[in-house]
């Protein structure tokens, strides 16, 4: 009998969402939580964002893994759609989908897709100019003013002009409540996948996964509206 | 001397099997691969049969009309299986187990039969949970045990309501591992449609492929039949929708004699019809019983009053209500076998008390039981002063633990809620003891043609006991069968694969191939179901739960004259050449159409009565028994084998005396 | 009642097919869908048309046979009932109600609402089973005590009916139910240890290669399923071929 490999199994592509799920989920709370010091201390974020940004371990070895995981996560989930889908080449006529199962995790692929489009305007706001700045022109200081020391670093003041735009923020917002969304399902489906929810903690899995796929967005949420309102000059 | 010879081997009782084993012929492994087998039916019987050929080096062919062998009927059964373990330490043994069966079977089924399935019950047990069956165990991790009617041990294993399905899954697994390995071909969605013989043996089938129509020749070194019972000759029963007696009923016209075609046990415990549309009935577990009490009103006039909704059941008081085992058979109350407990509700329904629109109910009532059960757990929990809505919750936790699953399906099925309103209950069509006759090795009279499980007639006599079916079929073709047909097969080894392109094969493709090409072409005007819901109907009203010599008389005449109908005005849609169903059921229809007059005619010849058969002529005139069934042991201590001769009218009686040497013959009493 | 079916016809396995309206009147409360149609078949029969083939077969629920689709859910719109098993009482009068069989790659029709389930037949050859001979000699039954939790927990999981209404329901086609239902009663047993590296890699692999697609954890599997097999088993199955694959 042909053996298909752990990586190519069902069983295996499952487990390996899960993993970079969880991996995704752990940087996400890390990203929140340098985003919270944006509203608590601006130089408290200026320092970190800093540290962040020119730690080699970080950007040399950390970053690629995030790379690797957002993309993995991405193609995977693309690609298990599409399998999915042929799975069952002649549909219902009748499907009445909602009496078993959420939205949420029906429509994995559209919250997922959303927030890839975000990720996309994402990373045309921070980060391919911090690319730009940082290794092509070839500025590591992280300094308002290149060269004057004392102006300060760029950081709070790039992320605060972000939020000017009312169409950026409402994007934002509406990505965000689609990662909530995703995350409804994703967080204990995760834990499902890997074998670890059973009977007697599901319900607890399922109030926690709800918690967080609340306060995880609704903080980013809070802070760009916090950002966009507070920003004056 | 009769024809038939049963082969029981010579001997004490005790060490007939074991002395037969160590004498039997036994075909060596390299020669075993070049013997083919034919298994007609995956349940219990055909499944472990299959497996178990297979796993000696048999090539097996099994067939079933499912579209996988999971799904027979087997997988019905609810309560439980029998085996002599004596984990419980009450006293049960081989001889005991052996005892009650053929006590319960009314000393009509065949002595050394009986014994060998006492003894190897035990070998079955642990065969099932070396597999993986999941049985129910005790705190301690061991085996639990439940007790069923008509016994005074507990030896009975279970797993939950759901017995035969685990060890149909059992025998199904043992199955895929061999159909894995090769040495079983599946043959799912096919149909036996006869039995080819070559030189006075059974040396292949002629089967219908369900989904394209294709007839397709089928050879091997013998045949084994296990196919079930007969029961769907009554349209109405618990059998599974699919379940007929064709691959029987064709041996039988090739050769192999039926025996005793009028034994039918008829389950007290069933969910009553509900109206003409009805298709099939369904039974709740007989442990139901056990703190059941069976009523029905005293007053003609609170039946009206309940039938026309104006009163409810829970209103009668005790007064008003005749708990009529109770009062028929103080001694066993409301556990009197099977057989006593169903002819008492149609007594009671026959005269009008039936208690539902079509008058063929009774009350099957859990309040006793509630409330006794809620004062034991009132005191257990130091609850003195419960009142009795709380003694009745306490009640009903206890209850719901003991058959929640049965009273869900109930409340699925009536939509009414069996804790608060008594259930309605009323007999149904449940097994058929009767079946092809076979000796000793299970070999029907037709060399290399064999039957086991409730396709054959051996070991349950004239009723049989709960939780014994499951171990007969499981005992037949896991324990049985493999051995008896190596004796057989042993002359086999040298005349290698019997060739479908004869004479032989040829005339039975034709006979089957014209036999539906008459359906196709006969395009009358009435379905097939029309023909099987009248036959269901003579059946049951004349040779239903008991009979007499007017009614069996009037139901022979009244299915021939059917049957006669039948060819001449079923309609059969459709083409032959592809999934047809009316076209299945037309050739089960018709078969079931001759099967039910030879029923008749046993029972119009068995003027006795014995178990599931009740002839009213022969009853207890006076004395205690008075009305009660009455066996003539002197008579017909026999077992009626007929032969086909065209007509089941003219079918012939074979008679097997029946020897009891190491059982004396009782009257069976539950007063 | 009376009432309006859309159901699928199909003539064979090769052809198109497409939903056909009928009306069907008198129809009782109290009769099980399988009745229903039963005097729809007899209507059709009677003018002269072919009824609609479907699958049954034990009418009580416990085969697995029946397999409908109806107004969009598997088995219709009870729970934890099989087809046979729901009953009309279910529906209003004068509704219309659309009747599909179950669909997935892996499940081809065969003819109408007939289809062809073989797939888990032979996922079930890949692994559904323990290799022990039929020689009467195996040890006593009770020579291994199973505690009794683990023991129920395998009963739970053996009663799957095969019905595939868990692939049906799934959006994804996805079989992980039923196959995990039997890897987790041999995985919650003694006797099933042995082999149970093998199987899980066979049986998840045979499922792959039938054309089930992907679970994503959507849990209509576990609401539609007759028996109410638990999502549980599918965790169970998991960490057990994660176990293996380490293992090897």
């Known amino acids: ?233 | 001397m009769s024809v038939l010879d049963s082969k029981v081997p010579k001997g004490d009782l005790k060490t007939k099997w074991t002395n037969y084993k160590d004498h039997v012929n036994l075909v060596n492994p390299a020669n075993k691969r070049k013997i083919d087998v034919i298994v007609v039916g995956t349940g219990l019987a055909g499944g472990s049969a299959s497996a178990t050929l297979a796993e000696q080096g048999y090539n097996v062919k099994a067939f079933c009309y499912q579209d996988s062998p999971r799904r027979a009927h087997s997988i019905a059964a609810q309560g439980g299986i029998n085996a002599a373990k004596n984990y419980q330490g009450d006293g049960d043994s081989t001889y005991r187990l052996f005892y009650d069966t053929v006590k319960g079977g009314d000393y009509r089924s065949r002595e050394a039969n009986v014994y060998r399935l006492a003894e190897v019950s035990a070998n079955i047990i642990d065969q099932c949970v070396a597999q993986g069956v999941p049985f129910a165990r005790d705190y301690g991790g061991l085996l639990d045990n439940r007790s069923f009617g008509g016994v005074l041990v507990s030896r009975t294993f279970y797993a939950k309501g759901q017995t035969g399905q685990q060890l149909l899954l059992g025998a199904y697994s043992a199955m895929n591992r061999q159909i894995a390995r090769g040495k079983i071909e599946m043959f799912n969605r096919h149909e036996m449609l006869d039995v080819v013989k070559v030189d006075g043996k059974a040396r292949g089938i002629i089967a219908r492929n369900l989904i394209t129509g294709e007839i397709e020749r089928h050879s091997a070194h013998a045949v084994v039949i296990a196919s079930g019972g007969y029961g769907n000759v009554y349209f109405l029963s618990t059998n599974a929708m699919g379940s007929n007696a064709t691959a029987a009923w064709k041996v039988h016209k090739k050769g192999a004699f039926f025996a005793n075609p009028c034994y039918t046990q008829i389950h007290p415990t069933c969910i009553p019809r509900s109206g003409d549309y009805q298709s099939k009935l369904t039974l709740m577990s007989e442990s139901l019983r056990n703190d059941g009490r069976i009523w029905v009103p005293k007053s003609l006039d609170d039946v009206k009053a309940i039938r026309e909704g104006r009163k409810k059941p829970t209103d009668l008081s005790e007064e008003e209500r005749d708990y009529y085992l109770e009062r028929r058979y103080p001694a066993f109350g409301n556990l009197v076998p099977r057989d006593v407990a169903s002819r008492a509700a149609k007594e009671r329904c026959d005269a009008g008390y039936g208690v539902n629109a079509t008058g063929e109910a009774v009350y099957l009532d859990f309040k006793s039981a509630i409330i006794r059960y809620g004062k034991e757990q009132a005191k257990i929990k130091g609850e003195d002063n419960a009142n009795d809505a709380r003694i009745y919750d306490l009640g009903k936790d206890v209850v719901e633990a003991k058959y929640g699953n049965l009273f869900q399906m109930y409340e699925k099925i009536v939509d009414e809620n069996p804790y608060k309103t008594p259930m309605m209950i009323y007999p149904a069509v449940h097994y058929t003891m009767g079946g092809i006759w076979v000796d000793y090795n299970l070999m029907t009279t037709i060399p290399g043609c064999y039957a086991i499980g409730e396709a054959n007639f051996s070991d349950h006599g004239a009723n049989r006991l709960g939780a014994s079916a499951l171990m007969q079929g499981l005992a037949d073709g896991y324990f049985v069968l493999p051995y008896t047909i190596g004796d057989y097969l042993s002359n086999d080894i040298r005349t290698g694969k019997i060739p479908t392109d004869t004479p032989e094969f040829a005339a039975a493709e034709k006979e089957v191939t014209d036999r539906i090409n008459a359906f196709i072409n006969n395009n009358g005007n009435h379905s097939v179901d029309y023909y099987h819901k009248k036959l269901g109907n003579i059946m049951w009203e004349k040779c239903g739960m008991s009979r007499n010599e007017k009614g069996l008389k009037e139901a022979i005449s009244e299915i021939k004259t059917l049957r006669e109908d039948f060819y001449k005005n079923v309609n059969v849609p459709g083409e032959a050449n592809e999934l047809n169903k009316e076209l299945e059921k037309a050739g089960r229809v018709a078969d079931f159409l001759e099967l039910g007059e030879l029923f008749a005619k046993d029972a119009l010849t068995r003027t006795e009565s014995c178990g599931g058969h009740f002839r009213e002529e022969s009853v207890e005139l006076d004395g205690e028994q008075k009305g009660e069934a009455l066996r003539d042991d002197k008579n017909f201590t026999f077992v009626s084998a007929w032969e086909y001769k065209g007509e089941p009218s003219d079918a012939i009686l074979h008679k097997e005396e029946l020897e009891f040497n190491d059982i004396e013959l009782k009257q069976r009493s539950y007063k | 009642m009376n009432l309006t079916l859309k159901i699928w016809r199909q003539k064979n396995a090769s052809d198109k097919g497409k939903m056909v309206t009928y009306p069907v009147t008198d129809i009782s409360e109290h009769m099980s869908f399988l009745e229903m149609l039963d005097v729809l078949n007899e209507q059709l029969i009677e003018k002269g048309e072919e009824p609609v083939a479907f699958d049954h077969d034990c009418r009580e629920g416990i085969c697995g046979m029946c397999s409908l689709y109806i107004n969009g859910e598997a088995h219709g719109p009870d729970r934890k009932v099989t087809t046979c098993q729901l009953h009309m009482r279910m529906f209003n009068d004068g509704e219309t109600i659309t009747i599909e069989p179950f669909r997935a790659k892996a499940f081809p029709v065969v003819k109408d609402l007939t289809i062809d389930r073989s797939s888990f037949d032979r996922i079930q050859h890949a692994g559904g089973y323990i290799s022990v001979n039929t020689s009467g000699n195996t040890q006593d039954a009770n020579a291994l005590p199973i505690p009794k939790k683990n023991a129920d927990l395998a009963m739970d999981a053996a009663t799957c009916i095969g019905c595939g209404a868990c692939v049906a329901s799934c959006k994804n086609s996805s079989a992980m139910l039923f196959v995990s239902a039997k890897v987790s009663q041999y995985a919650l047993l003694p006797q099933g240890q042995v082999e149970a590296t093998d199987r899980v890699l066979n049986m998840v692999n045979q499922m792959d290669l039938e054309g089930f697609g992907n679970c994503t954890n959507t849990g209509a599997c576990e609401v539609e399923c007759p028996k109410g097999i638990s999502l549980e088993n599918i965790a169970r199955m998991n960490r057990e071929y994660l176990k293996a694959t380490i293992k090897g």
Not at chain 1, 23 to 52: A, E, Y
Not at chain 1, 130 to 140: L, R, T
């Open chain 1, 1 to 233: 009998m042909a053996k298909t490999t752990f990586r190519k199994s069902s069983v295996g592509k499952k487990v390996l969402m899960a993993l970079t799920g969880f991996f995704l989920m752990f940087f996400l709370l890390q990203h929140l939580t340098i985003n919270m010091l944006s509203v608590i201390s601006p130089d408290m974020f200026n320092d970190v964002s800093h540290f962040m940004g020119t730690n080699p371990i970080v950007q040399i070895a950390l970053q690629p893994v995030l790379m690797f995981a957002v993309i993995f996560h991405f193609i995977m989930g693309i690609v298990l759609d599409l399998q999915n889908r042929k799975a069952r080449p002649v549909g219902y006529a009748n499907n009445n989908a909602g009496a078993n199962t959420s939205w949420m995790s029906r429509n994995m692929i559209i919250s997922g897709l959303v927030i890839l489009a975000f990720l996309v305007l994402h990373f045309i706001d921070f980060w391919i100019p911090e690319m730009n700045v940082k290794y092509i022109q070839g500025d590591m200081s992280g300094l308002l003013e290149p060269g004057v020391a004392d102006s300060g670093y760029r950081y709070f003041e790039e992320l605060q002009h972000k939020f000017v735009s009312p169409i950026r923020v409402g994007a934002y917002v509406i990505a965000f409540v689609l990662l909530a969304l995703h995350l409804q399902h994703g967080f204990a489906s995760a834990f499902q996948s890997v074998g670890a929810r059973t009977n007697n903690n599901k319900t607890a899995l399922q109030k926690f996964g709800n918690i967080f796929a609340f306060a995880v967005p609704l903080g980013f949420i809070a802070i760009a509206l916090f950002h966009h309102f507070t920003y004056s000059h």
